[in-house]
């Protein structure tokens, strides 16, 4: 079975503040994939990244990166010199082999509110 | 590109009345997802189509539950009759699964409430 849990249910920060977003995950599965998706008040889900778990490189992408550390399950997220755009609800997700990386299990998501 | 579209956005229906959502996936996306989205909770899958194919449906409440997707492309999910506990967000993915593309992408989804 595969678990995400995003211990943070709601995170508040005023802009310009960095704010990290915790993911710790499980399973089975020897390779899997590691997600991470926006979703801001308009509802619709946007993809951010995509992390083989094969590759532990951090990543930065602009403002965002992400640290993936296999040893303690955990792939996070940090969003530097926040702004009011990045209010929205961050799901981490996992998707493993067994399932031919069909299936997505998400964490119940970590509410980020950003204000001036 | 266009993304993945789903209509309508809104629906508001009385308990026992039938529903029925609509998605056109990403254009040549050959995988196609429903979730449903409870208040407060990550989305959690209730069918899988690999091209006109339903591969998983094994959260789907067949009792009242039922999909299709015609020809591979867009589909229909449909609720007959409605509960007052389907009340959320439904909401259609799409993937390229056959050329290696594991990463889905979401449509804005439907706030379906059961009154």
């Known amino acids: 079975a595969q678990k995400v849990t995003q211990a943070q249910t709601e995170i508040s920060v005023v802009e310009k503040e960095d704010v990290t977003l915790d993911c710790v995950y499980e399973t089975r599965d020897t390779t899997y994939y590691l997600f991470w998706y926006k979703q801001p008040p308009s509802g619709e889900l946007v993809f951010l990244i995509r992390?083989?778990?094969?590759?532990?490189q951090n990543e930065i992408s602009g403002r965002y990166s992400w640290n993936f550390q296999k040893s303690t399950s955990s792939f996070n997220f940090t969003i530097t010199a926040s702004q009011v755009v990045d209010s929205a609800v961050y799901f981490c997700a996992l998707s493993g082999m067994n399932s031919g990386y069909s299936t997505l299990t998400f964490g119940k998501g970590t509410m980020l509110l950003v204000s001036p | 590109e266009a993304g993945v579209v789903q209509s309508p956005r809104y629906k508001i229906i009385e308990k026992k009345q039938p529903v029925a959502f609509w998605c056109n996936p990403i254009?040549?996306?050959?995988?196609l997802y429903w979730y449903r989205q409870n208040l407060g909770q990550g989305p959690e899958l209730l069918i899988r189509?690999?091209?006109?194919?339903?591969?998983?449906d094994s959260q789907l409440p067949k009792d009242r539950f039922s999909a299709e997707r015609l020809k591979g492309v867009d589909s229909t999910l449909k609720i007959q009759p409605a509960e007052l506990g389907d009340s959320a967000v439904y909401l259609c993915?799409?993937?390229?699964?056959?050329?290696?593309?594991?990463?889905?992408?979401f449509g804005p989804g439907t706030r379906l409430t059961v009154t």
């Open positions: 993915a799409s993937s390229a699964r056959d050329r290696g593309s594991y990463e889905q992408y």
């Open positions: 992390r083989n778990s094969f590759d532990e």
């Open positions: 189509y690999e091209n006109e194919e339903a591969v998983d």
């Open positions: 254009s040549g996306h050959n995988t």
